[in-house]
């Protein structure tokens, strides 16, 4: 009797009972990325306009002889601080002396020949006319005289108010024409210290005057105050833009003409828009970036307008509504259509 090797009969049992059972279901794993959401605010915010500008004297002038001639000395150099009145320049004066001195002799002539055609029109010697012609010729000798004495004091440059010399554009012996600068003085008052900046046309239509002014100064720490004293009713025809000037208010700080201020302008109206934390926003760019909402546990990535930005807030002029559910945490690992699960 043949033995039967019944070792494959079993192994093959075995993988058929093997076969026969039933597989364990595939347990689903969570996909979703937590997130934390926040409620958008809304509120009527100051939307300020900002602008630029450099800070000058409301008293700054360039100062210059009325007449031609060569500068005989320029008493001050930049820097000094002179006092209303000072003498700070004066032209060599033997031609406007000579000037002076030859309209003084007109004008004596002129009077003397006057008085002695008056002496014969009372003797009926001379005409009405002759005396009438010698009366005109006075007069515009005296006039002469009045202009040659003017033209004197003018060549002399006094300072027109208490300040410091900003710039010397000239120097001792330089023939200069009337007219030309040769000083530049800029006042030193507390109260006189002003801000000249551009604005748009957009912006220009918001402010009226009297508006509350920050300026930041990148030499000093702290924001000074202003207010806005003048607007421009016409725009620059090479810029387009409408000036506007900030006088400062009061300050201990010690300001110099020429530092550049960055300005902030808060109009009387208010604008409706909504605040969201700084770090709501992703892929910001100037005034563009983006926010992700959650919808039906979904994150919808929207683009939005930053008006400005106020500390550790944003302000939203559009592309959100004060419903939409923003989410804060978790928006770095977010794409459009991502399945979100907030968490508290």
């Known amino acids: ?83 209303n ?39 009926s010697v001379s005409t009405r006319e002759q005396l009438e012609n010698t009366q005109t010729a006075l007069t515009i000798a005296r006039k002469s005289l009045d202009i040659a004495q003017f033209n004197a004091v003018q060549s002399t440059i006094r300072a027109n108010t208490t300040g410091v010399v900003l710039k010397k554009l000239a120097n001792e012996g330089e023939q200069v024409a009337g007219g030309t600068p040769i000083l530049y003085i800029g006042g030193v008052s507390n109260k006189d210290w002003i801000v000249k900046c551009g604005i748009t046309d957009k912006d220009r239509s918001r402010i009226s005057g009297n508006e509350k002014v920050e300026l930041n100064f990148d030499v000093f720490p702290q924001t000074l105050t202003g207010v806005v004293k003048s607007l421009a009713q016409g725009s620059d025809a090479g810029s387009g833009l409408y000036q506007a000037e900030i006088r400062l208010n009061p300050t201990d700080v010690k300001l110099i003409s020429g530092l550049f201020a960055k300005v902030k302008i808060y109009p009387f109206g208010k604008t ?39 500390g550790d807030k944003a302000f939203i002029s559009s592309g959100i509504a004060a419903t939409d559910q923003i989410i804060r945490e978790g928006s770095a690992y977010l794409t459009n259509g991502s399945s979100i699960k907030i968490i508290r």
């Open 1 to 83: 009797m043949k033995h039967i090797n019944t070792l494959p009969i079993f192994i093959f049992l075995g993988i058929a009972v093997i076969g026969c059972s039933e597989p364990k279901p595939v347990q689903k794993t969570d996909n979703s990325i937590p997130v934390k959401v926040i409620s958008s605010n809304a509120l009527n915010e100051n939307e300020p306009v900002e602008t630029s500008g450099l800070l000058s004297s409301e008293q700054q002038s360039n100062l210059s002889f009325k007449t031609s001639g060569i500068i005989n000395h320029i008493l001050v150099k930049e820097g000094d601080h002179v006092s």
């Open 85 to 123: 009145g000072q003498v700070l320049a004066s032209l060599n004066m033997t031609e406007v002396n000579a000037q002076l001195n030859q309209a003084e002799e007109g004008f004596n002539k002129a009077k003397r020949d006057a008085q002695r055609t008056a002496n014969l029109f009372k003797d």
């Open 272 to 310: 409706d828009l909504l605040s969201l934390p700084v770090d709501a926003l992703v892929e910001g760019k100037n005034d563009s970036a983006y926010v992700f909402t959650s919808v039906n546990n979904r994150a919808v990535k929207k683009p939005v307008k930053v008006a400005y930005l106020k």
